[in-house]
């Protein structure tokens, strides 16, 4: 969960809102008994990623998922696929209740 400050709109740029990052990384293991957490993904860098993409203000989420993909490919070369999922709770719609979310898969 993150306070962002993403959208299109003016208002959306100004009052900023909450937003579910979701990553799914699938990816595949260059040894077969995982000891050390140098032989993995470190899930807790791919938090750092997302985080400091989130603090960038950026009008489209599109835009962001996509590029949150290719920066967790480049730092995780094991990677295989990924799926980006970007919620955005509660946009300011008139007359809207809910939420929205945009979903990037890449293979590779």
Known sequence: ????????H???KKIGGEFEVNVEVLYEEPV????????????TLIYKIV??????????????A?????????????TKEIT????KINPPIVSFR????VEFNKKY
Request: charged content about 25%; cysteine-free.
């Open 10 to 12: 003016e208002e959306e």
């Open 66 to 78: 996509t590029g949150l993909a290719a920066e967790i490919k480049n730092t995780f070369a094991v």
């Open 51 to 64: 985080e400091a993409r989130m603090n960038k203000p950026t009008p489209l989420l599109e835009t962001i």
């Open 84 to 87: 980006i999922r970007i919620k």
């Open 98 to 101: 809910g939420s929205v979310e």
């Open 32 to 43: 077969s008994v995982i000891e050390h957490l140098s032989q993995t993904i470190d899930y």
């Open 1 to 8: 969960m993150f306070f962002s400050y993403h959208g299109v």
